[in-house]
């Protein structure tokens, strides 16, 4: 009787109602000294992520950043609605407010709420790392994955989000220089891991926020994994906004989810508040954990199942983009280097 | 000369309308003298009064369910008498489940908007995996519509789940849902009678603007112990009843075991890896005094265990108490004084390792009221009473739930408050053609301290960035609001089968459910009015025609409500644990309108009814800044809003015991807010919704088929069964439950959850012996 019984989720064609394009605003400041950037596109129809139609890509806006101490500068664009700062010395200091103006060919101007830029917290100690095999034949390649405790401050409201940047030895077949002899068969590749990961310390004020996944890494290869741990401290707004936007991209349609809301960002019309852009333009201090992560117990075997349909026929630095022959990436001279099994 | 003397003096002739087989009390019986064209009704406790002269006299007595009987009495002054009545044949007793009223009775009322649910009947119409539902056969009826299967809650009228005033002999239920809403959390085996009134409370009744579902649960049968209960695929249910021998002490008592994790293993991906647990258990015992007075106390509990997956699981419970006296001051004033208590508990459980916890959040009230009914001449009555009630609120805490936790412990302010209220009722049936229900309710309630209240800056939106300033109040009110419910019914006959009728209800709310998902869910809790929430108000206008022919009934109803101080919520707005709550809440106003019309056939072999409502609801947010605005500050359908719902319920009686019965519901979709446009953030794709429920869920049907067979055959037979063998959704109609739209890749899908996406038959077994 009970075989007969299903609930059952299908995929559904409704209709996307036409509404004019909104603003879209992404980037921020933070307290590195390095270039800041800035994405303007527009809302549209278009149904794939990776790709916003030049449609709706803003290009011609003048775009400022400013301070609560009079300074600004201005943004130039880069191509692909991107806009970044040239000034080197304008970098962003914890306790001063940030904000942006926004101009746009036809006149109006958007702007974001000045929001202060939290103290870093630079407690991050590495508690464990994982391995997460995935066999040979899928799409993506076997992944470590790091985690961290993390002492919080208890003096202060604090909001965490982890961004990780790494360099990763990559593999080729290499090509024959004589008898014996293979040349470019091994490079290092640089890699980042933009997924989602932000938390509060509204649960846990003062104690340790123990385990926090902070990075993966692609596994291809042995070798040194350079690693770089960006653990930002945001404000409570963009935390509220990081928020809102997990839980629009993962809705399951149970009776648990919030109903389906716009997520409300920080920059809006300056003539007219009710017009807001979509986006933030975020406000944060960062603290970088670099660390060298060597795995010792890494056996060929699995490599060659997991990753073999990683490694291209020819040399590793012509077939693989944006790699480079093995050396220790900049910034990196210092780093401590974690031996490991799992 | 002194015979003509003794005719014209008039003797009170009070009696009790009883039950032959059990002794219980009916009450709404009909007395009639048709020689002196007297006629009177039966008080709660089966008492009635009637003046007449000396004579011999025939009492005819009827009652829905029972045979009309003659008692012939000799009045030579005043005189008690007790009439037994007889239940009908079990044959006769396949009416259809759901009355809109009863037929004859409902013609006489002033009041409408009543639905009367027949326990009895409900067992052989199983409307939920084979198992009969009190809120699951309601949402078959006009005006009453849910968001979904397997939501919590029901919706009357267009309103808001959290305004239905839900009563078990007098004690509010703050939770009637098992399972997520699948299950109606009391068991209709125990209901003697089960009543919904659909926003036209009689003054005796306030604190809820939408609805009252009054529960009454039965005393025990004097004529015996009673064993009855049922089995299905999901639970097992057992209950007794009975009364000491002199019949003074009377007794119920009963539980339902619920084991639905085979059934969950058979949802969706995304719950058939829930597991869930729920029981109920219920009490009553009554102790009669003397033929007028008795004592009785009822005692309630319910318990859910809900684990959606291997991270979080929630657990709630309700624990109720009431003892009620009964009782005759004198032949024309009965009084009833009831005290109480209800509980409602709710618990989320953490469980990821290193941040394991517990977040709970309570209410409890504790009542005390008292009603005396004064009866005047004939069917006309007087009601007049007083109630105070005291609220005492936990909206959350959290602690941390084994040792090396990092959760902090975290506790929102608790809340307390207190409500009084007084009214009056009177039913006065001016003639054979008018009578009118009136009744005037003044209601007083104030939000206590000690409590710390946060003050912000009146020019922007309220944050916790705009808080100017804390003060901190003293034991005592620190604010109150109040005020009048005017209540009036008309009736007027047109001629003994048809009447006109036309009501007005005004309602006030101090309780508010919080939550942000389109169902009632686990995490929601209850939050009383203060300084930044007043009550919700509501006003509701309603006319309407009752007609009965010839084993048929019609009715045609119509009604307008508007409501005020609704809750609405801030995009992105953080509910759970939020020291600051106001500054998630939007006030909100609505209103609504519907026609209602009903066909019933009553009587013969075949029994059914046809109902069909259009009916509308809207809100919107009331906000002087335009960032809270939701739909540019107009009104859009609320999430209850379905303009038509259809549904067909009948009943052909067979031979030997056995019947056949077919339901059909067809319901407009619910609203529901699709995206309108996409962008693109952190080489996501991300949807974007700017305008809420301007969209709406594919149109709900089902046709649900039933057999049942009575194994009594004849009236007083004890020991006999009923067998349901059942086919829910008949045509395996995936109804949607929600759309929603999810990432897969690079790219957005839009997908249908349906709950239930298939037939589902069903086998259960009700005893009774």
């Known amino acids: 009787m009970f075989l007969l019984l299903t609930g059952c989720i299908r995929q559904v064609e409704p209709p996307l109602r036409s509404v004019p394009k909104i603003l879209v605003v992404e980037g921020g400041i933070t307290n590195d000294s390095l270039s800041y950037q800035l994405r303007l596109t527009y809302s549209g129809p278009f149904r794939f992520g990776n790709f916003v139609p030049d449609s709706l890509i803003e290009e011609e806006a003048i775009v400022t950043i400013k301070d609560d101490a009079g300074s600004e500068t201005f943004m130039t664009y ?81 909001y965490y989000r982890w961004v990780s940047e790494s360099v990763i030895p990559r593999k080729a077949t290499g090509v024959r220089c004589g008898f014996g002899c293979i040349k470019g068969e091994f490079c290092q590749q640089p890699s980042s891991d933009t997924a989602l990961r932000y938390q509060s310390d509204e649960a846990i004020n003062g104690n340790t926020i123990k385990d926090q996944l902070v990075a993966t890494l692609p596994t291809y290869w042995f070798g040194r994994y350079y690693l770089d741990i960006g653990q930002y401290s945001i404000t409570r707004s963009y935390y509220q906004f990081l928020r809102q936007y997990e839980d629009q991209t993962t809705k399951t349609g149970t009776i648990l989810d919030p109903m389906p809301a716009p997520i409300v960002g920080n920059v809006f019309n300056a003539a007219d508040p009710s017009d807001r852009a979509l986006g933030y333009f975020s406000v944060s201090s960062v603290y970088h954990h670099k660390v060298v992560l060597l795995p010792l117990s890494l056996s060929e075997f699995i490599l060659q199942q997991s990753a073999s349909r990683f490694i291209p026929v020819g040399e590793c630095t012509i077939e693989l983009p944006n790699t480079t022959e093995l050396q220790v990436p900049a910034g990196f001279e210092n780093a401590e280097e974690i031996r490991f099994n799992w | 000369m002194l015979t003509s003397l003794l005719e014209a003096q008039t003797y009170r002739l009070t ?43 025939t009492i005819l007595t009827s009652h829905v369910g029972y045979g009309q009987k003659g008692t012939t009495v000799l009045i030579r002054g005043d005189q008690f008498i007790e009439i037994s009545a007889r239940r009908k044949p079990s044959t006769e007793l396949d009416e259809v489940i759901v009355n809109a009223q009863i037929s004859s009775n409902r013609l006489k009322e002033s009041r409408m908007g009543i639905i009367r649910i027949n326990p009895e009947q409900l067992k052989r ?94 005393p025990g049968d004097t004529a015996g112990t009673r064993v009855s209960g ?37 949802f969706p991906q995304n719950l058939k890896d829930s ?50 006296y009964n009782g005759k001051v004198n032949q024309r004033l009965n009084m009833t004084v009831t005290a109480l208590q209800s509980d409602f508990k709710s618990d989320l459980l953490g469980e990821n390792k290193n941040y394991e916890s517990k977040l709970t959040s309570t209410i409890q009230q504790r009542e005390a009221k008292l009603n005396l009914r004064y009866r005047l001449a004939g069917k006309s009555f007087v009601d007049a009473g007083a109630n105070a009630i005291r609220y005492a609120l936990g909206p959350g805490s959290q602690v941390p739930n ?204 075949f029994t059914g009814r046809l109902n069909y409502s259009y009916a509308r609801s809207f809100v919107r947010v009331i906000t002087p800044f335009a960032t809270e605005q939701v739909n540019s500050g107009n009104y859009y359908p609320s999430n209850s809003d379905r303009p038509h719902t259809l549904s067909f319920q009948t009943r052909v009686r067979l031979r030997a015991g056995w019947a056949f019965n077919a339901s059909f519901v067809y319901m407009t979709g619910r609203p529901s807010t699709f995206p309108d446009g996409n962008y693109s ?37 004890k020991r006999y069964s009923i067998w349901n063998f059942s086919v829910y959704n008949v045509y395996a109609r995936a109804n949607a439950y929600s759309v929603f739209f999810r990432r897969q890749g690079s790219s957005i899908n839009a997908y249908r959850l349906s709950v239930i996406g298939s037939m589902i038959p069903s086998v259960s077994w009700n005893y009774n012996f």
Not at chain 2, 35 to 57: E, I, K, M, Q, R
Not at chain 2, 510 to 523: D, E, G, Q
């Open chain 2, 125 to 218: 119409n199983p409307v939920a995996f084979g198992e009969p539902d009190i809120l699951r056969t309601l949402t078959l009826q006009p005006g009453v519509t849910t968001v979904g299967e397997g939501a919590g809650g029901f919706n009357v009228r267009g309103g808001n789940a959290d305004q239905n005033l839900v009563l078990l002999d007098g004690a509010p239920l703050f939770n009637t849902s098992h399972l997520l809403g699948f299950y109606t959390t009391v068991s209709p085996d125990v209901a003697q009678d089960i009543t919904l009134y659909k926003g036209s409370l009689p003054a005796n009744y306030g604190g809820r603007l939408s609805s009252l579902l009054n529960i009454g649960i039965r």
């Open chain 2, 15 to 57: 009696g009790k309308v009883i039950d032959a087989e059990d002794g219980l009390a009916l009450k709404n019986a009909t007395v009639q003298i048709r020689s002196l064209n007297l006629t009177a009704a039966t008080s709660d406790s089966g008492t009635f009064v009637l003046n007449v002269p000396v004579g011999t006299y």
């Open chain 2, 402 to 605: 084994a040792s090396g936790s990092q959760v902090i412990e975290r506790k929102v302010q608790t809340e307390q408050g207190r409500e009084l209220a007084g009214y009056i009722n009177a039913d006065i049936a001016v003639n054979e053609k008018i009578s009118v229900e009136a009744g005037l309710r003044y209601a007083n309630y104030a939000y206590l301290g000690p409590h710390d209240q946060y003050t912000y800056e009146t020019s922007v939106p309220k944050s916790r960035e705009s808080i100017t300033d804390t003060i901190r109040h003293p034991k005592g009110s620190i604010v109150s609001y109040g005020g009048l419910e005017p209540r009036l019914a008309l009736r007027f006959a047109l001629n003994s089968s048809t009447s006109l009728k036309a009501g007005y209800h005004r309602g006030q709310q101090f309780l508010h459910l919080v939550t942000n998902s389109t169902a009632i869910s686990p995490v929601d809790f209850w939050k009383l009015s203060d300084p930044y929430l007043p009550q919700q108000k509501g006003d509701q206008f309603a006319v309407g025609i009752f007609k009965n022919f010839q084993g048929y009934d019609a009715s045609l109803e119509g009604y307008y409500r508007n409501q005020l101080n609704l809750l609405d919520y801030r995009n992105g707005a953080t509910l759970l644990l939020n020291p600051a709550i106001e500054t998630a809440l939007i006030p909100a106003k609505g209103y609504g309108y519907g026609i209602e019309s009903s066909l019933g056939k009553t009587s013969g072999q």
């Open chain 2, 275 to 324: 597991r869930a647990f729920f029981y109920d258990l219920v009490s009553k015992v009554q102790f009669d005094l003397d033929s007028v007075h008795s004592i009785s106390l009822t005692w309630y509990q319910s318990f859910d265990q809900f684990r959606f997956d291997t991270s979080t699981s929630y657990e709630w419970s309700s624990n109720l108490l009431a003892a009620t």
């Open chain 2, 681 to 717: 953030i952190n080489n996501t794709i991300v949807t974007n919704y700017s305008v809420r429920n301007l969209d709406r869920l594919p149109d709900y049907h089902r046709l649900d088929l039933s057999m049942s067979c009575v194994t009594r055959r004849y009236e007083t037979q």
């Open chain 2, 230 to 266: 049922g089995l299905s695929p999901v639970s097992a249910r057992i209950f007794a009843d009975g009364a000491t021998g002199d019949k003074k002490f009377r007794f119920t008592t009963g539980a339902r075991v619920a084991f639905p994790n085979l059934m969950l293993r058979l």
């Open chain 1, 78 to 158: 880069h191509g692909g609605g991107l806009y970044k700062t040239d000034d080197a010395g304008f970098v962003g200091v914890p306790g001063r407010a940030y904000s942006i103006a926004i101009k746009l060919p036809d006149g109006k101007t958007y702007v974001s709420n000045a929001e202060t830029m939290p103290a870093p917290v630079s407690s991050n100690t590495l508690s464990r790392i994982d391995f997460d095999f995935l066999h040979y034949g899928l799409k993506n390649p076997s992944r470590f994955k790091v985690y961290a405790d993390i002492q919080d401050p208890g003096s202060q409201e604090n």
